[in-house]
């Protein structure tokens, strides 16, 4: 059986990815009006972009990520016609110039790690493509550096859950197209869990429909239980618990999304 993984860079990556698309992901030519979607995995990617999609005359095309695929790959996503959104799990270093350059949009999505953690314990347990991952804590230290850069939007998955017409605001707002409130409701009802759970259930498993670079079976996004904050506290066990702790607050010494977090990771 060919290996699943393979290592770029020191970074693991799905086989997913070829080493070729990856070489040459510094020849992509962004466009000034893309829109990258950018999380470490299990974050909440397909429900920000559920909420992107439906937005409505957006006039938008969620592709599949960028490092997902072949050296086609480019060539494929130069033929989308309208606005681009596109999703990816690559490091701040990794993603092309051109949209550092172009000041693309860039909408970044933060989880408490330990719920994160759990829901790629899960993903890992029911996905043969294991994932490509450094560790949430370097690949968020990257990214947290252009925090306040004017074209960068974070996110919070908890701030999401607890305020999800404040965070629609936020989102819509920040790419610049007007929704009336009754709009808004139909986003809010559209991309709830369980609307997004019972779509899926009823999807067929199709490789062009993902936005995951790890599998195309969009069922394991939405394990049995709902996308909750604080389920971890069913995994961990105190010990670990502390053990967590100690390393979180020894790396996110410097962080203020770590500061933010700290209250979100013990939320039960
Ligand atoms: P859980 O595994 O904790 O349930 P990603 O899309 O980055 O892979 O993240 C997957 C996580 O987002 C899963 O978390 C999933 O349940 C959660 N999620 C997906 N859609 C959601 C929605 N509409 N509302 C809340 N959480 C959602």
């Known amino acids: 059986q060919p290996s699943l993984l393979h290592k770029y860079k020191g970074i693991l990556f799905s ?63 130069k033929m989308v016609p309208e606005r681009r959104v596109i999703p990816t799990h690559l490091s701040y270093e990794m993603i092309p110039a051109t949209v550092k350059q172009k000041q693309c949009k860039i909408v970044y999505v933060v989880r408490n790690p330990k719920d994160t953690a759990v829901s790629l314990f899960h993903y890992y347990k029911d996905n043969p493509n294991l994932p490509s991952t450094e560790t949430w804590a370097a690949f968020l230290e990257l990214w947290e550096k252009h925090k306040n850069d004017q074209n960068v939007l974070f996110l919070f998955y908890e701030e999401m859950k607890n305020d999800f017409a404040k965070s629609l605001k936020k989102i819509t707002a920040f790419l610049g197209i007007s929704v009336n409130d009754s709009e808004m409701s139909k986003i ?23 936005i995951c670079a790890l599998t195309s079976n969009r069922n394991l996004v939405f394990h049995v239980f709902p996308g909750v904050v604080g389920d971890w506290i069913n995994y ?17 010494r410097h962080s203020d999304v770590g500061r933010c977090l700290k209250e979100y990771a013990n939320a039960v």
Request: charged residues 30%; negative net charge; glycine residues 2%.
């Open 15 to 77: 086989a997913m990815s070829s080493e070729e698309l990856l070489d040459s992901l510094d020849s992509f030519d962004a466009r000034e009006d893309d829109i990258f979607l950018v999380s470490y995995p299990k974050s909440g990617t397909h429900w920000v972009a559920e909420v992107i999609e439906n937005i409505p005359n957006a006039g938008i095309t969620l592709t599949s990520p960028i490092e997902w695929g072949d050296v086609s790959k480019l060539k494929e996503l």
């Open 236 to 252: 961990f066990t105190p010990k670990q618990k502390r053990v967590f702790d100690e390393v979180f607050t020894e790396k996110m």
């Open 188 to 210: 809010a009802r559209n991309t709830s869990f369980n609307e997004m759970k019972s779509k899926v259930v009823k999807e067929n498993c199709d490789p062009n429909h993902t």
